[in-house]
T-cell receptor, first 111, second 113 residues
Framework: EAGVAQSPRYKIIEKRQSVAFWCNPI?????LYWYQQILGQGPKLLIQ????????DSQLPKDRFSAERLKGVDSTLKIQPAKLEDSAVYLC?????????FGSGTRLTVV | AQSVSQHNHHVILSEAASLELGCNYS??????LFWYVQYPGQHLQLLLK??????LVKGIKGFEAEFIKSKFSFNLRKPSVQWSDTAEYFC???????????FGTGTRLTVIP
């Protein structure tokens, strides 16, 4: 089966600019997650969707981060404005029951 | 607070050495446990998982892990490592009834040929 697709793979922006990441999960996977992985740390959940509804966004910095999942399929994660500490890899994952599949991530560098 | 601890930050082994990576969690309820591997430049891949039953779990590539409930541990083992096992290893936990994965900070394994 096709994996979780993410784009872009890399992005370099200046602080205070905005950026958006895209994720296409595995077909049929109802649950979609966005994780932030800062260098030297484990992935941390930002937001979890069940179909197109938000299940958990308690760790999402809502003053600058936003996410949506249109029609319960693709999802976008946006940062506006970006800060230096947002430099990280942003991982998308999808799951069906208890099987999780991760995308390759988007490496964001904020300068 | 709930957490997942991986005490070994960087482990360096020679080929054919045995491996054990520690993972401890601090959740009061029933948990599901996972080990993921991340090779350089690649996405997270599942090595093995434990939901219930036999606490000794066999995974891919010769890895295994043992769930010891009394110690809140789920250590990863491999009897003989290879250079190709060089990667970052993450322990993760979900609470039964919840889907969100909580990850440890990871252990970087370097295998010297």
């Amino acid at each position: 089966e096709a994996g979780v697709a993410q784009s872009p793979r890399y992005k370099i922006i200046e602080k205070r600019q905005s950026v958006a990441f895209w994720c296409n999960p595995i077909s049929g996977h109802a649950t979609l997650y966005w994780y932030q992985q800062i260098l030297g740390q484990g992935p941390k959940l930002l937001i979890q969707f069940q179909n197109n509804g938000v299940v958990d966004d308690s760790q999402l910095p809502k003053d600058r981060f936003s996410a949506e999942r249109l029609k319960g399929v693709d999802s976008t994660l946006k940062i506006q404005p970006a800060k230096l500490e947002d430099s990280a890899v942003y991982l998308c994952a999808s799951s069906l029951e208890r099987g999780y599949t991760f995308g390759s991530g988007t490496r964001l560098t904020v300068v | 607070a709930q957490s997942v601890s991986q005490h070994n930050h960087h482990v360096i082994l020679s080929e054919a050495a045995s491996l054990e990576l520690g993972c401890n969690y601090s959740y009061g309820g029933t948990v599901n446990l996972f080990w993921y591997v991340q090779y350089p430049g690649q996405h997270l891949q599942l090595l093995l998982k434990y939901f219930s039953g036999d606490p000794l779990v066999k995974g891919i590539k010769g890895f295994e892990a043992e769930f010891i409930k009394s110690k809140f541990s789920f250590n990863l083992r491999k009897p003989s490592v290879q250079w190709s096992d060089t990667a970052e290893y993450f322990c993760a936990v979900t609470l039964t009834g919840a889907n969100n994965l909580f990850f440890g900070t990871g252990t970087r394994l370097t295998v010297i040929p």
